[in-house]
């Protein structure tokens, strides 16, 4: 599962409440399965499965799922139990709570991230793709370019 995208692996279009355009809900939001949301909420949202806050999508309060795909605005508090990728048009202002975290270039935070009960983030979903230019070796064997 390694730097797959999390919408990739949660499809199941079955299990998924929509709210879409104009929508306006005061309130808070709960639910068993997944949510997209590209309207607009001013409250708190939970479900229990993936979260997605579209490029249209807006919530003020606090936001709370397994997992979460931040493409909109939030401003308050995400509460994620597993994953939480945050595209390059999201916008979060408040703190993040998480196990893993995806951050694209462009997206903006203003905030904290931080893990459950202080464990470390995953390292797993951070693959550094460049080597050590300091510890590649020379064709020679004698060690790296210029040493």
């Given at each position: ?20 355009g104009t929508t306006r809900i005061t309130g808070n939001v709960s639910g068993p399965g ?114």
């Open positions: 599962m390694e730097n797959t995208r999390i919408s990739e692996s949660f499809s199941d279009p079955g299990n998924r409440s929509t709210l879409r997944d949510l997209e949301l590209d309207g607009e909420l001013v409250g708190d949202i939970s479900v229990d499965g993936l979260l997605v806050i579209g490029e249209k999508g807006s919530v003020q309060g606090r936001a709370t799922a397994g997992n979460m795909v931040l493409a909109g605005r939030v401003k308050g508090r995400i509460m994620v139990r597993e994953r939480i990728e945050v595209r390059s048009s999201g916008r979060m202002e408040g703190n993040i709570v998480c196990q893993k975290i995806a951050i694209a270039e462009g997206a903006f935070m203003d905030g904290e991230v931080h893990t459950h009960k202080g464990k470390p983030l995953s390292p797993e979903y951070f693959t550094e793709k460049r080597k050590d230019l300091r510890t590649m070796k020379s064709p020679d064997g004698a060690g790296a370019p210029g040493k």
